[in-house]
Nanobody
Framework: QLVESGGGLVQAGGSLRLSCAAS????????MGWFRQAPGKEREFVAA????????YYADSVKGRFTISRDNAKNTVYLQMNSLKPEDTAVYSC????????????????WGQGTQVTVSS
């Protein structure tokens, strides 16, 4: 089970940190990803992190602004979002996939319920 938190309303240029808490004892075996979906748009890849945390992957649209990290001792993955833009407005969901990373949402078996991020101009 995955539970996201940290979403909210922020002005353009601001920052938010999303958290995704996982239950279960095998969290450290899962690659974790963040995806987002804006109204009327398809779900898109944002960032992913390998199960050890040594490999990070980002969509071009967020590279240099967002940082994904994980704390396996706390069963939690984070998404630090800086320099937010109105086009970052979406529902952000974390997802887990056994061992290997993917930037395709269909490859992830476990999903959180999502948290709303709204960036005002």
């Amino acid at each position: 089970q995955l539970v996201e938190s940290g979403g909210g309303l922020v002005q353009a240029g601001g920052s938010l940190r999303l958290s995704c808490a996982a239950s279960g004892r095998t969290f450290s075996s899962y690659a974790m990803g963040w995806f987002r979906q804006a109204p009327g748009k398809e779900r898109e890849f944002v960032a992913a992190i390998s199960w050890k945390g040594e490999r990070l992957y980002y969509a071009d649209s967020v590279k240099g602004r967002f940082t994904i990290s994980r704390d396996n001792a706390k069963n939690t993955v984070y998404l630090q979002m800086n320099s937010l833009k109105p086009e970052d407005t979406a529902v952000y969901s974390c997802a887990g996939r056994l061992l290997t990373y993917s930037n395709r949402w269909v490859d992830y078996a476990y999903w959180g319920q999502g948290t709303q991020v709204t960036v005002s101009s």
